[in-house]
């Protein structure tokens, strides 16, 4: 049974970097075939896609979000890491990190538990 | 702004059926699979309908999918109290902005 769960800072000040892991049991992200993602929720709202990886390293991400994203993977600790730069209070929310059976689908079978990250002084 | 538009709440009684609507365009829905996720309460979003139509193991007969167009639906028959949540439809889309997009959700109130 894979199992997903995120990790990092629960308070992050604006103008800074959030940063957070995604640790992956049960599976080996190395063995391909999946694209490992980040997706958030904020407080209240609805669910929106930020980008993901695949074990080769290669990403995408939501145009939205691109010039503040990074998406890496760190297949010998079988973890990938969301790092979002500037943030400001409308960086608040639940972060996911999923894992999509096609990429560009949205076919996430595992998610994690997420992770509430707040953006404040 | 969600690109994919549910009506934001639905409800029945036990044993009734609900149906949630999940429109789109040509970009999205109408060139790629939808995927429906329930949200209980406090929980991460949980896989319930895959590529239009399709139930996970585990995912009861009661939930079903269908797409027709730019449009797609999710029906919950045999209402149960269990099944109040949130549900989201998703789906890739092909804009010049590509990427993944959820509906606006739908909270489903079993009265």
């Known amino acids: 049974q894979v199992q997903l769960q995120e990790s990092g800072p629960g308070l992050v000040k604006p103008s800074q970097t959030l940063s957070l892991t995604c640790t992956v049991s049960?599976?080996?992200?190395?063995?391909?075939?999946?694209?490992w993602t980040w997706i958030r929720q904020h407080p209240g709202k609805g669910l929106e896609w930020i980008g993901y990886?695949?074990?080769?390293?290669?990403?995408y991400y939501n145009p939205s979000l691109k010039s503040r994203v990074t998406i890496s993977v760190d297949t010998s600790k079988n973890q990938f890491s969301l790092r979002l730069s500037s943030v400001t209070a409308a960086d608040t929310a639940v972060y996911y990190c999923a894992r999509d059976r096609t990429g560009g689908s949205c076919y996430f079978d595992y998610w994690g538990q997420g992770t509430l990250v707040t953006v404040s002084s | 702004q969600s690109v994919l538009t549910q009506p934001p709440s639905a409800s029945g009684t036990p044993g009734q059926r609900v149906t949630i609507s999940c429109s789109g365009s040509s970009s999205n829905i109408g060139t790629n699979y939808v995927y429906w996720y329930q949200q209980l309460p406090g929980t991460a979003p949980k896989l319930l309908i895959y590529?239009?139509?399709q139930r996970p193991s585990g995912v009861p007969d009661r939930f079903s999918g269908s797409k027709s167009g730019t449009s797609a639906s999710l029906a919950i028959s045999g209402l149960r109290s269990e099944d109040e949540a949130d549900y989201y439809c998703a789906t890739w889309d092909d804009s010049l902005s590509a990427a993944g997009v959820f509906g606006t959700g739908t909270k489903v109130t079993v009265l």
């Open positions: 049960g599976g080996s992200i190395s063995s391909g075939g999946y694209y």
């Open positions: 990886i695949y074990y080769s390293g290669s990403t």
């Open positions: 590529r239009n139509n």
